[in-house]
């Protein structure tokens, strides 16, 4: 059997994106530092220790350190959502999420601190490690406890976190003291990699500046005794209590100094993870990384674009890290109120769809109050701009403030009053298309112009992705994605009904399709190469339904070549770089191809995702509303399909690519979900509109709409003579 070739627009696609997506795909992320004369690495851990903590009071060692190394906000994420002290040691000795058992019931606290350790002669034995390992590899992350230890020959650990992170995976120690030993240059110089702990950082007010101050003094010692060509490394390498916060991170020595720390795994300059200090000293000491361990990726040094005055640079990091822990608090609060609006809104929906239906029955009831029909059609219209709202909102700085929560609350307010005054004001706000249309708008336009521009509005914002869950820095994050796509095509879909003939549509949808792949996928930008492949099948779906009609075999083969193009060329640039610099698809297919374990975290991750997330609810109601209420003969979307089919793909398209996104980046339904809060909205919208304006009764000479589309004039034949 000949399969049919696909359509003209299609097959086209494949040949012009080609050279497109190569270019963007194939620029470079940062790439990690080069070795440069280093011959040992010492570690300075200290749980707690955050930038707010240093100054050149009571921190001079840590604050002249900083001022001449490197310096960056680390995510102590392990695998717990609390890093606790154990935890973050672990997690550093393994280069992978890990977390020590007993753990604590209360997920909000942690554990006591509990070490079996026993002291022989030089070394030291941790007598629960291989409980300790074999809880870990059975693990979805499949973290190796002690796999920075077992790269190198020899190893020396200064107190009991540091054994912690240097206990190989049958628990012996090579070298251990409790404390730093009188002959501390002696012991640095023993083995090519010291790990010290220099303490815990705890509590507030002075109790906290005493412990930082000890944290110093103890670094200090370490800096006066450190071998010559030594890389010196700082962290903060847990937290002690929730919330999660930010922590310090610091490395001074050859080819770190000054600047800000970055690492690919994070993309962005100035952040980097715990994971990532195992990665970069191994790189910098030359020795091979096991890369089937580890997660992290080496760090390097970011540019000169960080403040000449340490303080100020201290006061960006601090800022961070308050922003971070705000969002996080007032993110869980902005969606369950957001859902639960919707889901109200819904609700109240489906009475007044029907008593529009009964207006035109043979014993017709009353209309329903145009006060109340426009009080819930501005409700719709500001749900619908919900988001994007809050993205802007992040503009203003209200983390600052004495109150986050209420400020927030205020200025996202005053925004989305704002966006819903600017829609429902303008010349097409009262047409059934027109809220659709520009909310999809306003939707791509916030989210491309703030990935545009470094995607500030989703780092750390209540609509983007917060640096304390480690999952993303920079670029597109998940919400981002469902509300770019659901914009994005609807936008396509909306511009190519109004301007051009119904043979064109693909071709409009397509060319708007392809800017936002390549806007989502390149690295300098939305960094997100599952994210494009899921774009460009929505981009696929969206076109082959534009011009009308059902999805054909014809095209969806057309729809599956053009999709497996673009995939594929993504692929196969992304597996083309260095294992440090490639994406999420690159490393997924790179290390599902050695058997690891790289499926059953991104399905963990989804699990996780579907289960905590509020968007879940939302994207589920969504599909059951559509089904149930939307498409019945009195919904109204059937309507607004027959109106303007192009619609239909690009409600279709969203949806596609909202979930496969999802998938790809271990999200859940989160993307789904954020396309359903800016879709279903506007769609309810528009089907109130067009069953409104059909089964209203009618006077005067204006006719009711009949639900078919009207020819655009360059498709009309003449009248035959």
């Not at 010492?42 to 220790?49: Q, R, S, Y």
């Not at 010692?221 to 930010?246: C, E, I, M, Y």
């Not at 020595?253 to 690919?264: A, Q, Y």
């Not at 597996?575 to 059953?600: D, M």
Request: net charge positive; aromatic share 6%; glycine share 12%.
């Amino acid at each position: 059997m000949t399969l049919p070739r696909p359509s003209g627009p299609l097959r086209r696609l494949a040949l012009t994106v080609l050279a497109a997506v190569a270019v963007l795909v194939g620029v470079p992320s940062p790439a990690a530092a080069e070795p440069a004369e280093v011959e040992y690495a010492v570690v300075i851990g200290a749980a707690g220790l955050r930038w707010d903590d240093l100054n050149p009071t009571d921190t001079p060692t840590l604050w002249k350190l900083a001022e001449g190394g490197s310096i960056g906000a680390l995510s102590a994420r392990s695998a717990r959502s609390l890093t606790c002290p154990l935890d973050g040691w672990l997690t550093l000795g393994a280069g992978n999420f890990a977390e020590r058992p007993p753990l604590s019931p209360d997920k909000a606290a942690c554990p006591a601190w509990s070490v079996p350790l026993e002291v022989q002669g030089e070394g030291a034995f941790v007598a629960d490690q291989i409980a300790v390992d074999e809880h870990n590899t059975g693990r979805p992350w499949g973290a190796r406890p002690g796999a920075l230890a077992e790269s190198v020959r020899c190893s020396t650990a200064i107190g009991p976190g540091a054994a912690v992170a240097m206990a190989r995976s049958a628990g012996r120690v090579d070298r251990y003291a409790a404390e730093p030993p009188a002959d501390l240059k002696r012991a640095l110089a023993q083995c090519v990699l010291s790990v010290v702990d220099a303490g815990t950082v705890a509590g507030e007010g002075p109790e906290r500046q005493a412990a930082a101050r000890k944290v110093d003094a103890t670094a200090a010692k370490v800096l006066a005794a450190r071998p010559a060509k030594a890389l010196v490394t700082v962290v903060g390498v847990a937290d002690t209590q929730a919330p999660s916060r930010l922590h310090v991170a610091i490395v001074d020595g050859p080819g770190f100094g000054g600047g800000w720390l970055v690492s690919p795994s994070t993309n962005r300059p100035g952040y980097l993870q715990l994971v990532d200090v195992a990665p970069t000293v191994l790189r910098m000491l030359g020795r091979a990384r096991p890369a089937t361990l580890f997660i992290g990726q080496p760090v390097a040094r970011a540019g000169d674009d960080r403040p000449a005055a340490l303080a100020d640079a201290v006061r960006d990091l601090d800022d961070a890290d308050r922003e971070a822990g705000a969002q996080r608090r007032v993110a869980d609060r902005f969606f369950l109120t957001l859902v639960g609006v919707q889901l109200l809104l819904m609700v109240v929906m489906v009475p007044i769809l029907r008593w529009l239906r009964r207006t035109r029955r043979r014993h017709p009831s009353p209309p329903p109050p145009a006060g109340l029909l426009r009080v819930l059609e501005v409700a719709l219209l500001a749900s619908a701009l919900a988001i994007p709202a809050a993205l802007v909102a992040d503009l203003v700085p209200w983390w600052r403030t004495a109150n986050p929560d209420r400020w927030f609350a205020l200025i996202g307010l005053v925004v989305l009053a704002g966006l819903t005054a600017a829609v429902w004001f303008s010349k097409w706000g009262r047409r059934p298309l027109g809220p659709l249309a520009l909310v999809a708008a306003i939707a791509a336009t916030v989210v491309g112009v703030d990935v545009l521009t470094g995607s500030r509005l989703q780092l750390n914002g209540v609509a983007g992705y917060s640096t304390l869950a480690g999952v993303r820095y920079a670029g597109i994050g998940t919400i981002g994605l469902g509300v770019f796509a659901a914009g994005l095509l609807l936008g396509a879909a909306c511009l190519a009904q109004r301007l051009v003939p119904r043979r064109r549509r693909a071709w409009v949808v397509l060319g708007v399709g392809l800017a936002g792949v390549l806007l989502v996928g390149a690295p300098p930008l939305g960094s997100d190469p599952g994210g494009a492949v899921a774009l460009m099948v929505g981009v696929c779906v969206a076109a082959t339904l534009a011009r009308g009609g059902w999805l054909t075999f014809s095209r969806l083969a057309g729809a599956v070549l053009a999709g497996s193009v673009v995939t594929v060329l993504f692929v196969a640039v992304d597996l083309s770089r260095p294992a440090e610099q490639r994406g999420n698809v690159g490393r997924l297919l790179a290390e599902a191809g050695q058997g690891q374990v790289i499926f059953q975290r991104l399905g963990s991750a989804n699990v996780v995702a579907f289960v905590t997330s509020p968007l879940t609810v939302l994207a589920l109601a969504a599909g059951l509303y559509g089904y149930f209420v939307l498409l019945r003969p009195w919904g109204g979307l059937r309507r607004v399909y027959g109106l303007h089919p192009a619609v239909r793909g690009g409600v279709y398209g969203a949806m596609t690519a909202a979930l496969l996104g999802s998938l790809l980046d271990g999200g859940g339904v989160m993307a789904a979900g954020a396309a359903a809060a800016t879709v279903v909205p506007v769609l309810l919208l528009a089907g109130l509109r067009v069953v409104r304006h059909v089964e209203e009764p009618h006077t005067g000479e204006q006719p009711a709409v009949k639900p078919v589309e009207i020819p655009h004039p360059a498709e009309r034949r003449p009248l035959s003579p």
